[in-house]
């Protein structure tokens, strides 16, 4: 007869190990919540002046690259190859395009649309499960892929406004400042969306360069310094274009905000949730965090918000994700435990491609 020792052993392992993860996701929960709540500030400012988003972020992005180039000082220590640089360096265009796509996103539709839009990148999910996976599980990720569609055009459609919402509870205040926001179509949502598999991408290609965290930090400063680069000259553009009636007006919370917890601090939330807490940015998991600092946001800005049509929306597009990411069965069992190699054994943003 089996002795019951071993189960309890691998209970209390359990319980320790959930104990050391708990300080982690709390840390991850404020992190994301400071982070939004830049996004809300930012959003003010862009609708409230009128400023310009390529100014904005490259305003932001400047001092960013500065304090990953002193903290990390990626010319010192071991050479870097020119497979990790030169990725880096594309990444950086990337992540230009994205912060200009993103920032546009948030001033024409709104903080809510644009953050659950980032989660668009859970389409690299899909493709990988076409190109690579097998034909039954490639119907799931389709499915998946049509339930997020399904969220986005609902979010379009107001369902997560008041004003436009079709369920009849909703918390809409009379004050002038909740009607803000105002109805958009799919074509408007298209930036946020482009932003997200932006976003997803240069994550992948971050991953794949970058095996170890030190490694990882490094790169990242040469990724920020490459995309301040390119928004350098496209930014000098929009001001001299823009100089001849619009002044550049300076609000320091909206800039200070987006730059420690939008910037900065973000980078080193998402790598704890990767490296510790095994959780990618486009999984259920993260977006239920995001959902809750959402809604209260949402709440404390008095915007025009419906709480029952963000969860309606939430909810579809947390099914979606998650079978748009999801592995098989057999692959999920495999993987569990290589996540000290690079893979993740929750939920992925893209499999890996073979090399």
């Known amino acids: 007869m089996m002795s019951p020792k071993p189960l309890s052993e691998n209970r209390g392992s359990s319980h320790s190990a959930t104990m050391r993860q ?21 959003y003010r400012y862009l609708s409230q002046t009128g400023a310009s988003v390529v100014l904005f972020m490259f305003c932001c992005l400047l001092p960013s690259c500065i304090w990953f180039l002193v903290a990390q000082k990626p010319w010192k220590g071991r050479a870097l190859a020119n497979t990790q640089v030169v990725p880096s360096v594309v990444n950086g265009g990337i992540t230009a395009l994205y912060f200009i796509l993103w920032g546009k996103g948030l ?26 996976g097998r034909g039954g599980h490639v119907w799931k990720k389709v499915g998946g892929l049509l339930a997020m569609l399904a969220s986005f055009y609902f979010l379009s459609q107001g369902w997560a406004m008041a004003t436009y919402s079709p369920f009849p509870f909703s918390n809409a205040s009379s004050d002038d400042e909740a009607h803000t926001e105002q109805l958009v179509g799919m074509k408007e949502m298209l930036f946020p969306i482009l932003a997200g598999i932006l976003s997803a991408l240069r994550r992948v290609i971050a991953r794949r360069v970058s095996l170890k965290n030190q490694l990882k930090r490094r790169l990242h400063a040469i990724t920020l310094t490459s995309a301040t680069c390119f928004l350098f000259p496209v930014a000098m553009w929009d001001m001299i274009i823009g100089s001849n009636n619009v002044e550049l007006p300076f609000s320091a919370w909206a ?14 939330i998402d790598s704890i949730a990767e490296e510790r807490l095994h959780m990618v940015f486009s999984s259920p998991r993260h977006l239920l965090v995001a959902a809750g600092c959402i809604i209260i946001m949402e709440i404390v800005y008095k ?3 419906s709480l029952l049509g963000f969860l309606v ?28 190699n690079g893979i993740l054994d929750d939920q992925v943003e893209m499999s890996p491609l073979p090399t």
């Open 107 to 132: 001033k024409s539709c709104g903080p809510v649309r644009a953050i659950l839009g980032e989660y668009s990148g859970a389409v690299l999910g899909v493709l990988s499960g076409v190109l690579y």
């Open 22 to 42: 708990t300080p982690l996701q709390i840390i991850h929960v404020v992190g994301n919540f400071m982070r939004i709540w830049s996004v809300y500030s930012m």
């Open 313 to 340: 929306c939430a909810a579809i597009l947390g099914i979606g994700i998650y079978e748009a990411t999801s592995l098989d069965r057999s692959r999920r069992d495999s993987f569990q435990g290589s996540s000290s």
């Open 255 to 268: 800039f200070s905000s987006t730059i420690l917890f939008g910037m900065i601090l973000i980078f080193y």
């Open 303 to 305: 915007m025009d918000f």
